[in-house]
Structure formats: structure tokens, C-alpha cells
Nanobody, 123 residues
Framework: QVQLVESGGGLVQAGGSLRLSCAAS????????MGWFRRAPGKEREFVAT????????NYADSVKGRFTISRDNTKSTVYLQLNSLQPEDTAVYYC????????????????WGQGTQVTVSS
């Protein structure tokens, strides 16, 4: 079992930045590839970014590429998502997730999920 707790969400103006954190506990977090997903009001959950176990490989949704950065610190069992140049359409609940499979975009292959952290971007 892996427990995931997100933090760092909040209210920010368009063009601003936030840094989300996802703290993992339980089984060694470094065994898992990690992903960030988001769900906006009235929309389905969508993939944002993923990172492999070592942190050497990352992949992003086209909508966030160049603005968001995923990283991890396995010594702290924590995954980060740096959000820059935020836009109102980035408003959503952001979730981190862990998978024993590879760093993939499909949320269905993720085994563990956090409770989410709200990001609200005002125009």
C-alpha cells in the first residue's frame, strides 16, 4: 500500500505560479512511477504529467508542456509539479497517483491516488 497526500494548491492570478507536492508513505515510493492528473468542474479527469522511478523520464500533456514541470525527490518520497504561467483553464483539482507499471498517460493503470488539491486561477 502507498498513501499519497497532495499539498500546495490555492488561488492564484493568471500568469502566476504554484508548486504542488505529493508526499508518499508506505511502501518505498521509489518503486513507483508517478503521475499528476486533474479534473476540472464538469469535465473528465485528464492526464497532466508523469515521471519514471528514477526521475530521468518525463512526459506531459500538450496543454501544459513548457509551463509545468514534474520532478521527484526519492530521498523525501515526494513528487512535485511546478505550475508556471497559469491560466484560468488550468483551474481543477489536481491528483497525484502511483503505478507499479511504467510512466504512462492512462489513469486506469495507476494503483494509488491521493485526495487531490484545488488549484484555482483567476483571470
Amino acid at each position: 500500500q502507498v498513501q499519497l497526500v497532495e499539498s500546495g494548491g490555492g488561488l492564484v492570478q493568471a500568469g502566476g505560479s504554484l508548486r504542488l507536492s505529493c508526499a508518499a508513505s508506505g511502501r518505498t515510493a521509489s518503486r513507483y512511477a508517478m503521475g499528476w492528473f486533474r479534473r476540472a468542474p464538469g469535465k473528465e479527469r485528464e492526464f497532466v504529467a508523469t515521471i519514471d522511478r528514477s526521475g530521468d523520464y518525463t512526459n506531459y500533456a500538450d496543454s501544459v508542456k513548457g509551463r509545468f514541470t514534474i520532478s521527484r525527490d526519492n530521498t523525501k518520497s515526494t513528487v512535485y509539479l511546478q505550475l508556471n504561467s497559469l491560466q484560468p483553464e488550468d483551474t481543477a483539482v489536481y491528483y497525484c497517483a502511483a503505478t507499479s507499471a511504467g510512466p504512462l498517460r492512462n489513469g486506469r493503470i495507476y494503483d494509488y491516488w491521493g485526495q487531490g488539491t484545488q488549484v484555482t486561477v483567476s483571470s
